[in-house]
């Protein structure tokens, strides 16, 4: 059987920072829901799908990496992403830990599921949550991350968390990690060249907001396993709202297309404005990802051919050199027509 050709828009290898940071056309953003906290009929909706158990072990992209706890990012680069997301709006649906924050900044999205199957990035959403609620200020929201923060930060968690258990589990997630998500959040600032949550305190408001209006909600979903992504999309359904983003960081690097993956990513409500935005590992050369950008209604057409079992091949062949270097690619899958269509709103 003759598989179809794979076309890409472009693909450009360390493109400057000035091309990426000129104006895209201003695009009205369409709001889905009303302004302010969700009603209680579409907080239960929004809230009410499905965890999905822990996995028996938590996959790498090599045995060295496997039931490794990512509490942080390491992509540095995210802002190429931003000329791509700004002011999408929408649902964000994604996958790791402060990556969500720095790109929802930019594409103000309306509801955001911050999936991850591990629990201690589940765990780490939380206080991340809980810190936007308690500091009006990006800075105060640094200190409680700090060192100087630390006794704060734990007076919070333990008046937050009334359950014992949960008490314990979060303090003991936050004294863990609380070092390691404070330099990376300072590593961010030196960066990162577009202003995000971190720098911009418009941005960091709207985050702060969505907190407090009930919009965020971090749970555990496995795209390896048919339950909790599937019980999203059919919330963003009943919402009528689509997924606007799907951040899968390189997580596809991890294992080849399967039928749980496939249908769980063709189950995402999508329209013609919704992306995927994943990185592919190029570590040994820049110390950092190539960033891929692909329209998420292109790839759920993709999944439904069962020959493709990964996208790896075709992620570009160009050297990324260079310390801190990055690169961008938008992916264009050229498909027959009489492909299967994908899930939709």
């Known amino acids: 059987m003759r598989w179809p050709q794979f076309g890409l828009v472009f693909s450009l290898c360390l493109l400057p920072a000035a091309i990426l940071a000129q104006p895209q056309p201003e695009v009205a ?10 009603s209680s009929e579409r907080s239960t909706t929004f809230a009410a799908s499905p965890e999905d158990p822990a996995p028996e072990k938590l ?16 992509e540095w680069n995210l802002h190429v992403f931003e000329p791509h997301v700004r002011d999408l709006g929408g649902a964000y649906l994604g996958v790791g830990a402060d990556q969500a924050y720095i790109i929802m900044g930019w594409m103000r999205p309306e509801l955001a599921w911050l999936m991850d199957y591990d629990e201690h990035v589940v765990h780490i959403h939380r206080l991340h949550l809980l810190f936007f609620d308690a500091a ?42 609380a070092g390691r998500v404070s330099r990376r959040l300072q590593r961010v600032i030196k960066r ?19 907190s407090q209006e009930g919009r965020i909600r971090p749970l555990r979903a496995n795209l390896l396993v048919t339950g909790g992504v599937q019980g999203i999309a059919d919330a963003a359904r009943k919402l009528n709202i689509p997924i606007r983003a799907t951040y899968f960081s390189n997580a596809e690097e991890y294992w080849d297309y399967g039928p749980e993956f496939r249908t769980n990513v063709r189950a995402l409500p999508a329209d013609e404005r919704s992306l995927v935005l994943r990185t592919r590992g190029t570590w040994e050369s820049n110390r950092d990802y190539r960033y891929i950008v692909q329209l998420l209604e292109n790839f759920q057409a993709v999944l439904a051919i069962e020959g493709i079992k990964n ?24 498909l027959p027509e009489a492909e299967a269509q994908p899930g939709g709103t």
Not at 63 to 73: I, P
Not at 162 to 169: D, G, L, P, T
Not at 192 to 210: H, K
């Open 29 to 38: 953003q369409q709001l889905f829901l009303p302004a302010g906290p969700l």
């Open 59 to 74: 996959l790498g992209v090599s045995d060295k990496y496997e039931d490794s706890h990512f509490v942080t990012g390491n």
């Open 136 to 177: 009006d200020t990006p800075e105060r929201y640094l200190h409680l991350w700090s060192k100087e923060g630390r006794a704060d930060a734990l007076d919070l968690i333990s008046r937050k968390f009334e359950n014992k258990a949960e008490r314990k589990r979060h303090l003991h997630r936050y004294t863990n990690s």
């Open 192 to 210: 990162i060249s577009s202003p995000c949550y971190l720098t911009d305190a418009r941005q960091y408001e709207f985050l702060r907001t969505m």
């Open 311 to 334: 996208l790896g091949k075709y992620f570009g062949r160009c050297k990324v050199k260079g310390y801190g270097k990055a690169d961008i690619m938008v992916l264009d899958v050229e």
